[in-house]
């Protein structure tokens, strides 16, 4: 999950730059991308999403809706891939 805002140029440029492949990586196969408006945020999720105080901030959600882990900002596809793979290495998710 990226909590994300049309506002936010760093949000906007991972919209661009990593939303269009995610779906099509080991990883967002295994952790689908869910975009999630921080001020009209799906019921379920309420509890995740209000304690974030930067954008984007990307959430690792188990699939009942327990945060696992989480890092927040955006410099560029290379470090959020990198952040990404360190956090699901550390939550012990199957990536295949």
């Known amino acids: 999950m990226v909590i994300a805002t049309d ?3 760093y949000c906007r440029a ?3 730059e990593v939303a269009p492949v995610y779906p099509k990586t080991r ?3 295994s952790l689908p991308l869910q ?3 921080p001020f009209h945020p799906p019921e379920d ?3 995740v999403t209000r304690r974030f105080t930067t954008v ?3 959430i690792v959600v188990s699939p ?3 945060e696992i ?3 927040t900002g955006y410099r560029g596809e290379e470090s959020f891939w990198g952040n990404l793979e360190r956090l699901v290495e550390a939550a012990g998710f199957d990536r295949h």
């Open 7 to 9: 506002a936010c140029p």
């Open 14 to 16: 991972f919209l661009a």
């Open 27 to 29: 990883i967002g196969r």
């Open 35 to 37: 975009v999630v408006d």
């Open 45 to 47: 999720l309420r509890e």
């Open 56 to 58: 984007p901030t990307f």
């Open 64 to 66: 009942e809706g327990k």
């Open 69 to 71: 882990d989480r890092f």
